[in-house]
């Protein structure tokens, strides 16, 4: 199992690199004032992850989901049933969740906390309809929204082309030396930040919607492929 943490001032972030069937990403946030933690998108191993936060000393109390799709949801029931830890998704994405724990909903632009660790919340509609990232100092955990040098399909019920078109814009405010944390392994390395994929990441780089949409529904079809490297804006106009 591969593992990274990031020490800061008044919180750890944990990442579990490769759980489960799916290969997907899970997020810690370690509150050190509270010894609360935040368990963002936790699928496949409920007892791991209690293990894993007990043995800290730390308590689960939050779980913070970025979007409904199975592979980052399907431990949540479990972990509400054994720590009674409240559970939040971006308001957009209820229609979809397919738990059976009714979670509180957040908003774009609110902000949110494990202990004292401020989160904020960026709506990032596009790969699901109610997508969100969120934002902790110099941390960016964004699910699905944004890989490394890549990002999520818009292939399953409530994803839009042209909205993800609009949460990159978006993406693109934030700070150069933010880290990029992203729910799957997908990209040729791990570690990245918003600089890095605001000159490199293909959806980032791409400046129009319509090119934008056109390059996804591409990829849908198997006429473009998917990249797991940077890219440059030429080579871009040429896989369009
Ligand atoms: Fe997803």
Redesign the pocket.
């Known amino acids: 199992m591969l593992i990274k943490t990031y020490n800061e001032q008044n919180f750890t972030l944990e990442i579990l690199y490769h759980i489960g069937a799916l290969e997907d990403s899970i997020h810690f946030i370690f509150d050190h004032s509270t010894k609360t933690c935040a368990l963002i998108d936790p699928a496949w191993d409920a007892d791991l992850f209690i293990q894993r936060i007990t043995d800290k000393g730390y308590r689960l109390t939050d779980i913070w989901l970025t979007?409904w799709?199975f592979?980052?949801t399907n431990a949540v029931d479990e972990l509400v049933e054994k720590t009674g830890a409240k559970v939040i998704i971006g308001v957009d994405e209820m229609p979809y969740l397919q738990i059976d724990t009714l979670p509180e909903t957040v908003a774009h632009n609110d902000t949110i906390f494990i202990g004292k660790t401020a989160a904020k919340i960026i709506n990032t509609p596009g790969?699901?309809a109610g997508g969100i990232c969120y934002l902790l100092d110099k941390h960016l955990i964004a699910?699905?929204t944004l890989f490394v040098f890549g990002a999520?399909h818009c292939s399953?019920p409530g994803a839009d082309a042209a909205k993800f078109y609009h949460s990159m814009q978006k993406l693109k405010q934030i700070n150069d030396d933010v880290m990029l944390h992203c729910?799957h392994d997908y990209g040729d390395k791990i570690e990245t930040t918003m600089g890095e994929q605001k000159s490199g990441n293909a959806y980032l780089l791409i400046d129009n919607e319509a090119d934008f949409v056109n390059f996804v529904e591409g990829m849908a079809q198997g006429l473009i492929t998917y990249p797991t490297a940077a890219v440059s804006k030429s080579a871009i106009k040429l896989m369009l």
Request: avoid cysteine; charged fraction near 20%; aromatic fraction near 0%.
């Open positions: 979007h799709h592979d980052h790969h699901s699910g699905d999520g399953l729910g």
